[in-house]
């Protein structure tokens, strides 16, 4: 977060904006003091770009894995809104946990430091060399097996219970696929998925 100070809102956006190199749409930011008196007036500003927010997320990412000794490199991107950090390590099994774990709990943690930086939900995502995106592929190549099952037995299929972002990926597949309805029961890390036939 940066801050900023000026006679009013617009100037002290556009001052901001100037010194970041970025256009006012890009900005975010709140007004967190505000002065008018007859011979003085003062706006002062706390705000960010995403850029700065996937700047914060590497660094706290690599520094929080540095501080656990490991050697990590990684690299980032945003899309649709979320900014995605993909970790390379050559300790990925320990790092990745069974079934995914411990990098959950990164993510968790993560997350939680970038929405206490920035005062604001910001979707993050972390990987380590791929492997959440080799774990989609197989979820959703799952969904699309058990789908047309549904379709051929028009009997409901209850899963087991997935973690938010592989059950997001079920009812994604499944949304596309005709005459199939999906819905989640369940609470916490039971929470699992049903598969309906509908005419």
Same mark, same amino acid.
């Given at each position: 977060?940066?801050?900023?100070?000026?006679?009013?809102?617009?100037?002290?956006?556009?001052?901001?904006?100037?010194?970041?190199?970025?256009?006012?749409d890009e900005l975010t930011y709140?007004?967190? *003091?505000? %002065? !008018?008196t007859l011979f003085h007036k003062k706006v002062v500003i706390?705000?960010?770009?995403?850029?700065?927010?996937?700047?914060?997320?590497?660094?706290?990412?690599?520094r929080t894995l540095t501080n656990m000794e490991f050697e990590v490199e990684t690299i980032s991107y945003i899309q649709d809104g979320r900014i995605y950090v993909n970790?390379?390590?050559?300790?990925?099994?320990?790092?990745?946990g069974k079934n995914g774990v411990i990098l959950r709990a990164l993510n968790?943690?993560?997350?939680?430091?970038?929405?206490? *930086?920035? %005062? !604001?939900?910001i979707e993050i995502s972390l990987d380590i060399n791929g492997y959440k995106e080799n774990r989609y592929k197989k979820v959703a190549g799952m969904a699309k097996r058990f789908g047309k099952q549904v379709q051929r037995t028009k009997v409901d299929m209850k899963l087991d219970p997935?973690?938010?972002?592989?059950?997001?990926?079920?009812?994604?597949?499944?949304?596309?696929?005709?005459?199939?309805?999906?819905?989640?029961?369940?609470?916490?890390?039971?929470?699992?998925?049903?598969?309906?036939?509908v005419k």
């Open positions: 977060m940066k801050t900023y100070e000026g006679k009013n809102e617009e100037e002290v956006v556009s001052l901001a904006c100037q010194d970041l190199g970025i256009t006012p709140e007004i967190i *003091e505000e %002065k !008018k706390e705000c960010y770009h995403q850029g700065m927010v996937q700047e914060y997320l590497e660094d706290f990412v690599r970790i390379n390590t050559d300790n990925n099994s320990i790092l990745i968790f943690i993560a997350k939680n430091a970038v929405q206490n *930086e920035f %005062k !604001k939900r997935l973690p938010a972002d592989e059950r997001k990926v079920i009812h994604q597949v499944i949304a596309t696929m005709d005459h199939l309805k999906t819905e989640s029961k369940g609470e916490g890390r039971n929470r699992y998925i049903i598969i309906s036939y």
